[in-house]
């Protein structure tokens, strides 16, 4: 099935550093949903973009839904070691009458040093 | 309290048995999914309901079924349960309306392997 491409695969890092990770796709989406997944437990929505543009901050986190419609990007500030997960962009491919099941990137895995 | 909860959190099994993972919600939410998740293949739909008496097919429904027995309440049973049914399933939930309608909110995950 469809798939939205995330990169990078993983990263490690260093306490303190900034982070950057990205979603594209070939389809236009008209929501794009930024995800973290802690181990062992169920991925706690982080930031929704609704509109083409647009660029949404919490706390350390920013998102912004790109121009094209077909990316977005998520930025992470001054990492600390309880940001360590997974990160997954998601949302609806824009087609009329069928914004109801979400595509899924395969994830940004995050390792961050202390 | 957790607003969507999936019990049991972990279940070990043989092939062949019968197995239901259930989910509850306290969120008001119409929609449920359920998902799978095995290392390297990111999050796919098995099933999904928008309301008590709507069911839907998701991309790996083949050897799954569900039952929404009620608003709050959608159940994920394994008929026959093989090894390569092993991963993490969760459950989660979007409400009808609203700009927010594709927010899913997801459950804690059941570990579940076959033997």
């Known amino acids: 099935g469809q798939q939205l491409n995330q990169s990078p695969q993983s990263m490690f890092i260093q306490e303190g550093e900034d982070v950057s990770m990205n979603c594209t796709s070939s389809s236009i989406f008209n929501t794009w949903l930024w995800y973290k997944q802690d181990p062992g437990e169920g991925p706690v929505l982080l930031i929704a973009?609704?509109?083409a543009g647009e660029l949404t901050s919490n706390g350390r986190l920013t998102a912004q839904f790109g121009i094209t419609r077909k990316d977005s990007f998520l930025n992470i500030s001054a990492s600390i070691p309880s940001d360590v997960g997974i990160y997954f962009c998601?949302?609806?491919?824009?087609?009329?009458?069928?914004?109801?099941?979400?595509?899924w990137g395969l994830g940004t895995s995050l390792a961050v040093n202390p | 309290d957790a607003d969507v909860t999936q019990t049991p959190r972990n279940r070990i099994t043989k092939t062949g048995k019968r197995i239901m993972l259930e989910c509850s919600q306290t969120k008001g939410h119409d929609r449920m999914y359920w998902y799978r998740q095995d290392p390297g293949l990111g999050l796919r739909l098995i099933y999904y309901?928008?309301?008590?008496?709507?069911?839907n097919k998701g991309e790996i429904s083949d050897g799954y079924s569900v039952s929404r027995q009620a608003q709050a309440k959608f159940s994920l049973s394994l008929e026959s349960a093989i090894p390569n049914q092993t991963a993490l399933y969760f459950c989660?939930?979007?409400?009808?309306?609203?700009?927010?309608?594709?927010?899913?909110?997801f459950g804690p995950g059941t570990r579940l392997t076959v033997l």
């Open positions: 998601a949302g609806p491919p824009f087609r009329a009458g069928n914004n109801r099941k979400l595509i």
């Open positions: 973009l609704y509109k």
């Open positions: 989660a939930t979007s409400d009808f309306g609203g700009s927010s309608y594709n927010e899913q909110f």
């Open positions: 309901s928008f309301d008590v008496k709507d069911i």
